[in-house]
C-alpha cells in the first residue's frame, strides 16, 4: 500500500485553515476592515490551493479512468465556487444581500471539502503509486506558493452581482 498520507493531509490541512476563515467571517457584521481582510485571505487562500489542487491531484486523477468522473466533479465545483467568490466580493458588505450570499458559499465550500476528504481522497488513494505521490506533493506545494502570489479578489462589477 502506497503512503498517501502527506499530499492528503496537506489538502485536509488547508481545508481546516478555510473552515476556521469562514467561521471568523460568520461572526462578522457589516463593511469593517476585519470582514474585508478575511474575504481576502480566504479568496486568495481557496483560488490558490484550487489551482494548486487541480494542477497537482486532479491532473493526476484524470489519468486514472476509475476516478474521471469525480475529478471532473470536484473540478467544476471548483469553477462554481470560484464564480461564488467573485459574485460575493462584488456585493455590497453592508447588505442583507452580502450575507445571504456568504452563507450559500459557505455552505457549498464546506460540502465540496467534506466530500473531497469523505468521499474522493479515500478513493483515489486505490489508485495511487509512489510516482504519483511523491509528483503530487512537490507539485501542489509549489504551485500553491506561485499562485498565491498571483491570487486576486476579483469581483465582478456591482451592476453584475447576482441578486
Known amino acids: 500500500m502506497t503512503d498517501t498520507q502527506g499530499i492528503f493531509k ?44 487541480e494542477q497537482a491531484l486532479y491532473s493526476t486523477m484524470l489519468r486514472k479512468p476509475p476516478t474521471t468522473d469525480e475529478t471532473r466533479h470536484s473540478v467544476a465545483e471548483h469553477h462554481e465556487l470560484n464564480e461564488a467568490l467573485n459574485d460575493l466580493a462584488a ?11 456568504f452563507k450559500q458559499l459557505d455552505h457549498d465550500y464546506r460540502h465540496h471539502i467534506n466530500e473531497e476528504e469523505e468521499d474522493h481522497f479515500p478513493d483515489f488513494e486505490k489508485h495511487l503509486n509512489e510516482d504519483d505521490i511523491a509528483h503530487m506533493q512537490e507539485v501542489f506545494d509549489r504551485r500553491k506558493k506561485e499562485e498565491k502570489a498571483e491570487a486576486e479578489v476579483t469581483p465582478e462589477s456591482m451592476d453584475e452581482a447576482k441578486e
Open 10 to 53: 496537506r489538502l485536509k490541512e488547508d481545508h481546516d485553515h478555510h473552515r476556521r476563515l469562514l467561521d471568523q467571517m460568520a461572526d462578522t457584521s457589516g463593511e469593517t476592515e476585519k470582514r474585508k481582510e478575511l474575504l481576502e485571505t480566504f479568496t486568495k487562500e481557496v483560488k490558490s490551493h484550487a489551482a494548486a489542487e
Open 91 to 101: 456585493t455590497d458588505m453592508s447588505s442583507s444581500a452580502w450575507m445571504a450570499k
